[in-house]
């Protein structure tokens, strides 16, 4: 599928044995449960730890499983979405099909983007972690649970080796970004070499990867039922390991997780270095479903612990102080500055000047939004796409919070959704801004790629959580609009525009999570009851006692 090329010697090179998934995927013992779909989340039994925290996911709600079949080697079809005759997702299901990466015989990812017009490759012939979390849930959906197996225990695999960068090596319970599978014919040989960030552009750290990683494995679990896989030593470890990594304590003062720029999906400059919305969400989220699958021997019992204690914490912070609405915008404009001590109000000593004029115009009477940063005298109005339907999706938005998120793409919809959806981020920055905080990147000009671009692979976000919120119009409403270009355009990474009406400057054509979005949002649709493999219910426990603004229950 991809042909061998010289590998860097600074690269994660696994070449050897202990890379074959055979091994270990003949040790889990197979289950095949009949389905029994389930919209519900909520456990059977609440499982009740440490102080007052109680989670509402144990592995019996995770029981919404389906009769796993392995049809991985069946010939492309969509024989299953017979609900849908739309000649676009037949097509989408051939291309996803032709995007699946193989090592030693097994399917164990997709490509990033299949693009043959393109001249420079890049990195885009690798499996990226948060690319394929689209595509696995579309597999999953069509009742193929084998390959997120086979990724998820890849995946793990990868962790485990010695990663460095130069000569500085990386924690532990790192995962990849991507990971590219080599082909020798000669010596009829598969390697693998991963990517921590040592080859990426700016080298980049994947914070997101490892919390994809734990969202995907719940997703696994509870689609199939199959309790074995995330039962594993291994993967027990490799939670463990994650989990480590952003819950060690240091010098921080606040419960969010540290970063630098370039961390998630956007993978660039583009000032979101600090405490980004999308990573909080994405470890809200894993925190949470890592919960739901650890197990309370020693070793886990000690990390759940950790998990309710943070889970309180930042569910508090986050709500608190990276949630805006109108009411809050207006407490914000009239702060006094320079106040010490506890009884301060405004407590990172935000200088109301720093409000960006964009903000008060856009910010609906009803509706409201995470913002994209908090830090000392430093408030990211920017709305962002993957944070906030994320925090939909984990409940880590109260319902009130929620409802008023899809009430502002309501209000905002031209902004927001235009005619492609949806916005990675609003609004783009320009000229002087640009320069700064990017540091004059072209492809990050206003309105393009990720300042601004709109992104399709969104659409299954968006769709995800219009459902949660009992809005299924929304996202029939953006599925009809992107089928109306999506194919026609050769599935393009981003779009550019206000509108987002033009296909991207860079964008990549047949760019996988642009297909696996668009079917994954189809069959959600469709089959509501997808939902809860990626939804989790709110947690009456960790209701913040405080609120701040009474708009929230308007
Ligand atoms: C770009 C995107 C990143 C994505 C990668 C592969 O670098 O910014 O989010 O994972 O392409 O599609």
Redesign the pocket.
Known sequence: MESLRRVESRCSVADTDDFDLSRMLDKQPRLNIERKRSFDDRSLSELSISGNFRHTESYESMLSPMATRSVLDTPASSSKNVFDPHPIVFEAWESLRKSLVFFRGQPVGTI??IDHSSEEVL??D?V?V??FVPSALAFLMNGEPEIVKNFLLKTLQLQSGEKKIDRFKLGEGAMP??FKVLHDPRRKKDTIIADFGESA?GRVAPVDSGFWWIILLRAYTKSTGDLSLAETPECQKGMRLILSLCLSEGFDTFPTLLCADGC?????RMGIYGYPIEIQALFFMSLRCALSMLKSDAQGKEFMERIARRLHALSYHMRSYFWLDFQQLNDIYRYKTEEYSHTAVNKFNVIPDSIPEWVFDFMPMRGGYFIGNVSPARMDFRWFAVGNCVAILSSLATPEQSVAIMDLIEERWEELVGEMPLKICYPAIESHEWRIVTGCDPKNTRWS??NGGSWPVLLWLLTAASIKTGRPQIARRVIELAETRLLKDGWP?YYDGKLGRYIGKQA?KF???SIAGYLVAKMMLEDPSNLGMISLEEDKAIRPVIKRSVSWTC
Do not use: G, K, L
């Open positions: 990033a983007a990195n885009y690798q990226f948060r690319d970004a991507s552009i998630s999906m956007i993978d660039r790629y990720h990474e990549r760019q996988t999570w």
